[in-house]
């Protein structure tokens, strides 16, 4: 094989190696978020560093860096009493703590696309509601000063009890109601249906915790950034003990923690299945 058709077939092969690694999951762990979470919250706000990073990348390079720094950690124990070796070795634990991070905020953008849709859904049904409800409120059926209370409310609480209160209504009335104004009982369940799960989702304990929409999805971004700053840190660290420990060379045997240079090396190891 001539030199050409060498380096070609390496450069497939390395493309391949890091194509591989790239399509193996990260899967987060709870109990690494829930150890690291306080630690993260300490953190000044002015401090945070959005994640941008591929946290697949800065968790293997990090083992990567570990492994390397620890290969000398006689010399560390002796020589850098302070260096707090056993913070280091948290490092691959902490990346899988903001792996869990961001599938919160992924998790939490899903809910809030769904509620938004939920309370979409609610407010065309309670203006259709609202149409056969005004009908009985000038036939004197019901007191207008009941509707009036179901206009005031314009949130996604107020839209769910309005779908609640309104299919009640409308349902223990529908034989008052002509045909016109009249709405079908499949309407009305669908109204309950929609009404219930809002409820659900916005009160503490359901599907969406203890927030909902924006907040939520707030508060999952914040903690997997203060987490993605709590990792960085951890990374400088370990990185200032690496100079120490192989000067000029240090480059060479830490990988930044977005380096792909690892990858092509196979310094980083693709997961088994």
């Not at 058709?5 to 987060?28: C, F, M, R, T, Y």
């Not at 989702?201 to 903690?223: C, D, I, K, T, Y």
Request: charge should be positive; glycine fraction near 8%; aromatic fraction near 4%.
């Amino acid at each position: 094989m001539s030199g050409k058709k060498k380096k070609s077939q390496k450069a497939k092969d390395g493309a391949s190696v890091e194509s591989a690694a790239l399509e193996a999951p990260l899967v987060g762990s709870k109990s690494a978020y829930d150890k690291f979470a306080a630690l993260a919250q300490e953190i000044d706000r002015r401090e945070l560093l959005p994640m941008r990073g591929d946290v697949w990348l800065a968790y293997h390079n990090a083992r990567a860096a570990l492994d390397a720094v620890m290969s000398r950690e006689a010399t560390i124990k002796a020589e850098l009493p302070a260096a707090g070796v056993e913070g280091l070795r948290e490092m691959p634990e902490l990346a899988l703590a903001v792996a869990f991070a961001d599938e919160q905020v992924e998790r939490a953008s899903t809910l809030a696309e769904e509620l938004d849709e939920l309370v979409h859904r609610a407010r065309r049904l309670r203006k259709r509601l609202l149409k056969s409800a005004d009908a009985l409120a000038e036939a004197g059926v019901v007191p207008e000063s009941d509707l009036e209370k179901i206009r005031r409310g314009d949130g996604p609480v107020d839209a769910a009890d309005d779908l609640l209160e309104l299919a009640a209504l409308l349902g223990s009335r529908e034989g008052t109601l002509k045909k016109k104004h009249a709405v079908p009982g499949k309407k009305l369940a669908e109204s309950l249906e929609i009404g219930a799960e809002i409820k659900g989702r916005l009160q503490p304990g359901g599907p969406s915790g203890n927030g909902a929409g924006s907040a939520e999805v707030a508060f999952a971004e914040e903690m997997r950034d203060r987490l993605w700053t709590l990792l960085n840190d951890r990374y400088q660290r370990l990185w200032r003990v690496g100079a120490y420990l192989f000067g000029q060379s240090v480059e060479e045997r830490l990988p930044a923690l977005q380096s792909r240079a690892a990858l092509r090396k196979g310094v980083v190891k693709t997961r088994k299945s």
